[in-house]
């Protein structure tokens, strides 16, 4: 039982800050505040979807989670394990069970080389089979993510997109890992192709019992293949909570402004929906604001908001918001 | 009508053979109405807009049919007559703002040299418009806006520049290719709305192409789906989203996974992906990955029949 309640990942008040320019520039030595205090549980077997607007921090927080990136502040736990400062050689037993995905694949698979090549390229680092059970592995997983086995021998770009997609999925699960981190796997794939890989994921992680982290701006792809949700909003985690929750009843007030601007498939043309259109852009990262992060844009925003943080805390079982004045009501 | 194009065929000369990327296709538009064209990468909706534009000047390229606006003929009209109507009558709004201006300029001074080719009017008057424009695009500070450089403006800031300039001349129709697709959704959202404020204020008539059946849901009055080069499917938008008749449009429809209500254990994928231009199948070319099996499918290239609300299919036209 013990075994099972353990997070199979978990953060504790992790931060990731990057210093741009020296003391030389005409701004000086400045920090981006990328992440900031994130603390975050994964359980296993569910599927964690992290979701906001670009330069919100939640691909930096991704490249944190699989140690792509070192960690400035806090911690990173897998299995209880601390990895945070972990070397890169202590490191390569949890590489093999912690994997990402990437979000362009005809960037993220060399060129040069055969894809049966690159799907056995972490078999070759990580075990001792031989290249006979290499080749069968390969041949093996090409099946499970729906390619034919003489695709083996072709060159990334001999693929259509959908199908780069599946070679990265397959490098990503050749170790039988048990976490993958995937950073916007279908946003740039055709829409008639999303779905097939959407369905993928979902049967992969049956099959395999895998738990996922799952990124992407496309708000009802994160619904769609989400247990939970996490908002984040320049580089903080605003609410968080189980996914269909959260969309029907977003309580922070950049939750709700974010679902309403996605643009849904009308077919009666009466039910018009309410929507928030948020004042200005996201604040540079290099000078977040006073107090709440979300104070300048936020439309219900007083006094205090623009003196006091407010924490990440669990307002019903399940739901966390950091907001002083969450609405946990239906807000359509 | 203000546009009118018939049978509009373009091919390019590559070294694999001729590539048909558009392949006969014909609609119209009336002034002041908003088209949506959707489709995905390889469909053809940019290249059938770009000939619109006289944008195709690639020596490789064959471009046949008619292009008819205002009662003009737009193929093989002479370019100092084209450009003469580009940027003035008819505008362009591209996918990404950051190629479409010019880094070394001020957003001000770009947006008036743009008024200045088109207008006989003096410096300082330009930018008195240049103020006006950015301040109707929702620049909090345009003033200031004026004289700062591209890099220096958020994406969503950049793409309200290029629509201001854009409508700098009052353009009578704007072509805008999928202007919000680089953008975050609640930036996307003001995008929109500004384009319904022009069409409301200044009665243009707007052609927005885009891959996003939510986005054409919101703003078109009628829309037009491509597949493979030809229109499969073409409608008003409550004809095309209540009651798709192409297969592939419902299939499309089909595989958006729902913003609300139940969660489908599985999406209704499509299977396989869109064809290569250069292989195209025998028959329709969303044969192989259409759910519905038809013999004479196999053979024949279906046609869109006239009327309002029209598909491409053999199956829904039987």
Do not use: W
């Not at chain 1, 205090?37 to 359980?43: C, G, I, P, Y």
């Not at chain 1, 670009?54 to 792509?68: E, P």
């Not at chain 1, 993220?108 to 031989?130: F, Q």
């Amino acid at each position: 039982m013990i075994e099972q309640d353990q997070p199979i990942l978990e953060t504790r008040e992790l931060s990731k800050r990057f210093s741009i320019g020296t003391r030389f520039s005409s701004q000086g030595k400045r920090t981006v505040h990328a992440v900031d205090n994130v603390s975050l549980t994964v359980r296993r077997g569910e599927t964690v979807g992290l979701v906001g607007e670009s330069g919100c921090g939640k691909s930096t927080l991704a490249r944190c989670l699989v140690r792509l990136y070192d960690i400035t502040d806090g911690q990173l736990l897998f299995e209880g394990d601390d990895i945070t400062g972990k070397s890169l050689t202590e490191l390569r037993p949890f590489r093999r069970r912690l994997q990402m995905v990437f979000q362009d694949p005809s960037a993220s698979l060399n060129p040069r080389r055969r894809v049966g090549d690159l799907v056995a390229e972490p078999l070759r680092i990580h075990t001792k089979l031989s290249s006979r059970e290499i080749a069968k592995r390969v041949a093996e997983l090409f099946d499970l993510v729906g390619l034919l086995p003489d695709h083996v021998m072709r060159y990334p770009h001999e693929f259509s997109g959908g199908q780069r997609q599946r070679v990265g999925i397959a490098r990503a699960i050749a170790l039988n890992p048990d976490l993958v981190v995937l950073d916007e796997p279908v946003s740039a794939l055709d829409v008639s192709v999303q779905a097939q890989i959407v369905n993928l994921l979902a049967d992969l992680q049956e099959k395999l019992k895998l738990t996922y982290i799952f990124i992407a701006h496309d708000l009802s792809v994160v619904r769609q293949v989400s247990t939970r949700i996490a908002v984040m909003y320049l580089g903080s985690i605003v609410e968080e909570g189980p996914a269909e929750e959260v969309f029907a009843t977003p309580a922070h007030p950049y939750s709700q402004a974010l679902i309403s601007a996605v643009p849904i498939v009308e077919t009666t043309s009466g039910s018009v929906r309410k929507r928030i259109i948020l004042a200005g852009d996201v604040p540079s990262p290099l000078k977040p604001p006073s107090g709440c992060r979300f104070h300048p844009r936020c439309p219900i925003a007083v006094e205090r908001c623009r003196v006091e943080r407010p924490e990440l805390t669990e307002h019903r079982s399940g739901r966390k918001v950091a907001c002083h004045f969450p609405t946990l009501q239906p807000a359509s | 009508m203000m546009l009118s194009v018939r049978d509009l065929r373009v091919s390019f000369r590559t070294q694999e053979g001729l590539v048909r990327a558009i392949d006969g296709v014909s609609f119209d538009l009336r002034e002041g109405e908003i088209l949506g064209v959707v489709g995905e990468s390889g469909s053809g909706k940019t290249v059938s807009l770009l000939a619109v534009m006289g944008l195709i000047t690639d020596p490789n390229a064959i471009i046949e049919g008619s292009i008819r606006y205002r009662e003009r003929e737009l193929v093989g009209l002479p370019a100092r007559e084209l450009r003469r109507l580009r940027g003035n009558e008819i505008a362009m709004i591209f996918q990404d703002p950051m190629t479409a201006l010019t880094p070394v300029y001020t957003i001000g001074g770009q947006i008036a040299e743009q008024i200045r080719a088109h207008k006989r009017v003096s410096k300082s008057q330009a930018l008195e418009r240049v103020e006006e424009l950015l301040a109707e695009v929702n620049f909090p500070n345009p003033r200031e806006a004026m004289s700062r450089y591209p890099h220096q403006l958020s994406g969503g800031m950049r793409q309200r520049a290029v629509i201001a300039m854009a409508l700098s001349c009052n353009p009578a129709l704007l072509v805008a290719d999928e202007p919000t697709t680089a953008l975050d959704v609640t930036v996307q959202a003001g995008i929109l709305d500004l384009v319904r404020k022009l069409r409301a204020t200044h009665n243009s008539a707007v052609v927005f192409i885009t891959h996003d059946m939510g986005v054409v849901s919101e703003l078109a009055d009628r829309v037009m789906v491509m597949y493979a080069g030809r229109v499969v499917e073409r409608g008003s938008r409550t004809e095309l989203f209540s009651d798709p008749q192409h297969p592939y449009t419902r299939a499309l429809l089909g595989s958006i996974p729902p913003l609300t209500g139940e969660k489908p254990r599985r999406l209704p994928a499509i299977p396989g992906s869109p064809p290569s231009l250069l292989r195209l199948p025998d028959g329709c070319a969303f044969g192989p990955r259409c759910p519905v099996n038809y013999e004479p499918c196999r053979t024949g290239k279906p046609v869109l029949g006239d009327g309002t609300h029209a598909a491409a299919c053999f199956r829904v036209q039987a």
